[in-house]
């Protein structure tokens, strides 16, 4: 059973907890990542996540997100989620936005996370878990943001949020081509 690592303010670890127990309307403060992987010609993974998740069903993301396990960093979790939810390996991962940190509530469900974000390089082609993926597409940094403003509500909180947050601190793609 996948166990999810409850931390304090700070972040620091203060327990675990199988992960069907965390998510609800009482949601403990826990760490999670977000990872937005580009291919080789500097277009953006997104993911649609699968009707049946119990967190954001149906809704357009990031490439991929989760929860490091008990003692697993984030590089290694973000690798493990990617294999697991796309069947990609991932490179050149590096911190965008570290200190991110949010809560948000969809259909009573709530995510209360300390949640880096980060930006890296996937390889080969996604062959998506249906159980984890519904959807996926390849978007250049301008047709992801047109997108996330044209469809708002469509697209998760923390990737409107976070989408923000990579552009205001540079780090969006400096050509249509390639991230920086």
């Known amino acids: 059973m996948e166990m999810i690592v409850l931390v304090d303010d700070e972040g620091r670890a203060i327990g675990e907890m199988p992960k069907p127990l965390v998510h609800h309307g009482e949601t403990p403060l826990h760490r999670a990542f977000s990872a937005y992987l580009f291919d080789d010609d500097g277009r953006l993974l997104v993911t649609r996540r699968a009707e049946d998740k119990a967190t954001f069903p149906g809704m357009w993301t990031n490439t991929v997100c989760g929860h490091p396990g008990p003692g697993e960093g ?59 993926v519904g959807e996926w597409e390849l ?29 205001e601190a540079g780090l969006v793609p400096s050509s249509p081509t390639r991230p920086d």
């Open 139 to 167: 978007l250049d940094w301008g047709a992801f943001r047109r997108r996330q403003e044209s469809e708002g509500d469509a697209w998760s909180p923390w990737c409107r949020e976070q989408a923000r947050l990579i552009e």
């Open 74 to 132: 984030d590089d290694a979790a973000i690798a493990r989620r990617a294999r697991s939810e796309l069947g990609l390996d991932v490179g050149d991962l590096r911190p965008a936005v570290p200190g991110y940190r949010y809560r948000a509530e969809f259909r009573g469900v709530v995510e209360n996370e300390i949640c880096p974000v980060y930006l890296g390089r996937f390889t080969g082609t996604p062959m998506p878990d249906p159980a984890e």
